[in-house]
Nanobody, 123 residues
Framework: QVQLVESGGGLVQAGGSLRLSCVAS????????MAWFRQPPGKEREFVAT????????SYADSVKGRFTISRDNAKNTVFLQMNSLKPEDTAVYYC????????????????WGQGTQVTVSS
């Protein structure tokens, strides 16, 4: 198992950028598929992006494609989410998640979750 801790959230104006980080404890980070999900206020949790254990492949929700980039540094047990051209509708609590299997965009497929970090985009 890995324990996950997100950071990097905050308040930003529309059009701005933020970089989220998720640090994992545990010795098997490089074997986990990682993902970012988000939960907007009053809405269900939704998929944002996922990346393979090696970092070689990634996939994105249509709503963030071209604006967000997921990456990872296995030497530092960290996964990142670079968010550019932020919009007010990107406002949400962002969670990182890990699973010991292939990529998935379904939240119940993920076994480990962080506590979340708040991102607020003002118009």
């Amino acid at each position: 198992q890995v324990q996950l801790v997100e950071s990097g959230g905050g308040l930003v104006q529309a059009g701005g950028s933020l970089r989220l980080s998720c640090v994992a404890s545990g010795r098997s980070f490089s074997s986990y598929t990682m993902a970012w999900f988000r939960q907007p206020p009053g809405k269900e949790r939704e998929f944002v992006a996922t990346i393979t254990a090696s970092g070689g492949r990634s996939s994105y929700a249509d709503s963030v494609k071209g604006r967000f980039t997921i990456s990872r540094d296995n030497a530092k047990n960290t996964v990142f989410l670079q968010m550019n051209s932020l919009k007010p509708e990107d406002t949400a609590v962002y969670y990182c998640a890990a699973r010991g299997d292939i990529r998935s965009s379904i939240d119940v497929d993920y076994e480990q979750w962080g506590q979340g970090t708040q991102v607020t985009v003002s118009s």
